[in-house]
């Protein structure tokens, strides 16, 4: 073999260039103040979480078993527009706390193990009501 056959390949590191080496695109935006203002100005989103309750395994079983009952149609309060029916993603949500259910066995508190047995079979049965379009009651 050739000396440039083993070679590969060249690595080459610009960190060090200075602007005069690489000019810059005449059309490059420049920093505004406002960006400035912006990075010192506190976030709305601060107040939001002032307000928010805590995150904790349970409050993170609602979030993903109420994302499930909308997207298999289920209106979470009367005043809330129609979201369009999206049976597998909804499936795909309960299979995921299926396999929550699974992995965290015995390492729940009674409260969360209820919370998340009470969810399953919630969702489970409103699943299969939505997917038959029949009442489960009669």
Request: hydrophobic residues 35%; aromatic residues 4%; glycine residues 4%.
């Amino acid at each position: 073999m050739s000396e440039e056959e083993e070679q590969g390949f060249v690595v080459r590191d610009k960190r060090g260039q200075s602007r005069e080496e690489s000019p810059a695109p005449q059309d490059a935006p420049t920093p505004s103040p406002a960006s400035e203002v912006l990075q010192e100005a506190p976030m709305a989103s601060d107040h939001i979480h002032d307000q928010a309750p805590p995150l904790n395994f349970s409050s993170f079983i609602f979030s993903l078993s109420s994302s499930a009952l909308m997207l298999m149609g289920e209106k979470l309060s009367p005043d809330q527009p129609s979201t369009p029916v999206n049976l597998p993603q909804a499936k795909e949500i309960v299979d995921i706390l299926s396999i929550l259910d699974e992995k965290t066995k015995g390492n729940l508190t009674p409260e969360e193990a209820a919370v998340m047995k009470d969810m399953l079979y919630t969702l489970r049965m409103k699943f299969v009501q939505a997917a038959t379009g029949k009442s489960l009651a009669s």
